[in-house]
Structures are given as C-alpha cells and as structure tokens.
C-alpha cells in the first residue's frame, strides 16, 4: 500500500450520505436493518454512473475503510455509548436503544484495534429500481452496518490508489452527524417522529 495514496477527485465524492435508522443493525426502530444504501435519485445517476465505472458494475466488488477514520469517529461517540440517553418521540414519550451499547461499543473497539491499517467489505451497485432509486448494496458484517448508530455518521466516496493495480480502489470515509434532527422510524408497528441529538440528553 502507498504511503500517502492520492485520491481522485469526482463531484460525487461531494456528496455526503446518512446512515439512516433503517440502514443500521444497532437501532431504535424495528427490524434487522436493510442490506441497501440510498445513493441518490435520478438527478444523481449521472455522476452514479461515472463514479461506480468499471471494474464496479454489475458485480460485487470491495469498499475500503481506514482504521484511523473510523476509530476516531468510534471514540467521538464513546461517551454515548457508555452512558446512553433516550430520545423524544413526537408524542412526548422517550424511546431508547435495547441493546447494551457499552458493550457493543468495546467489541467494536477490539474489532477495529485488531484490524489492518485498511478494513475492506464486499458491497454491491444495483440498478435503479422503480422510482429511479439507486442503492448499494452492503451485506450485514459491512463496518457501516455493526458499528455505528442510526443518524450519527455521514459517509463519503473518494477513489484513491491503496493497490499496485491498474485501477482505483474505492475508499469509503465517516465523519460524525451531530446536528440535532427528527426522524420517523418504526415503533410497534407505527411510524414516529423521533428527535436524535447524541450530545444532550433529553431527559433534561
């Protein structure tokens, strides 16, 4: 692997992209989590298309990850995942994560500590569906599934030199999503409106 790899500029690598409730494992809603991540509509298939050029149409091909970025997103949310607070529902109501996070949180320290300098998934472009909908696919041991929280990264797409090979290699980088937002997931069969901010519990 390259020392400093350079990366390619593209205008979709502009584009920034939530890990939403539905797209996540360890989540608030119901569910197991969907295998597909929203690139974009219609207006974006253009810049889809050039971006995710050969070798990565239509067939499975790996995404990478570094180590460094995602640890320092990791602890950025340490003190959540250690001391968890629930989030307001549009009725008034709170409603908190079942799963243990402090937990959680230390396999997934483990997991990336022991890990290489780049951490690489299987995913998969697929065709716009009805709608003009374009999704990746990401299978559920990706790093962006396991790991992180619903609404608390954004994602990028750059393409940079990690090989000694004749094409760029895709590398996928996490930045925190800490803006206070409201969202519908799905809560005992109905959709609500759940207000996320992981830096102030509301509790207070």
Do not use: W
């Amino acid at each position: 692997m390259d020392v400093s790899p350079k990366i390619f500029v593209h205008p979709f690598s502009n584009k920034e992209i939530a890990l939403v409730d539905s797209f996540v494992l360890t989540k608030l809603g119901e569910g197991h989590g969907e295998s597909t991540l929203y690139l974009g509509g219609k207006g974006a298939h253009e810049n889809i298309s050039s971006f995710f050029d050969t070798p990565y149409k239509e067939k499975m091909f790996k995404v990478y990850f570094s180590k460094e970025n995602l640890l320092k997103v990791l602890i950025f949310y340490q003190a959540f995942y250690k001391n968890p607070h629930s989030f307001y529902m549009s009725d008034g109501r709170l409603i908190g994560f079942k799963d243990n996070l402090a937990h959680h949180y230390d396999e997934c320290l483990n997991k990336l500590n022991a890990s290489d300098e780049y951490i690489s998934n299987e995913v998969e472009l697929l065709n716009p569906d009805s709608q003009s909908r374009q999704y990746l696919r990401v299978f559920a041991g990706s790093i962006l599934r396991e790991i992180f929280l619903p609404y608390s990264v954004k994602i990028f797409f750059t393409k940079i030199h990690l090989h000694n090979n004749s094409y760029l290699d895709m590398l996928i980088k996490c930045s925190p999503y800490i803006a206070a937002k409201k969202h519908h997931i799905k809560v005992g069969g109905k959709s609500v409106k759940v207000e996320f901010n992981y830096l102030n519990n509301s509790n207070e």
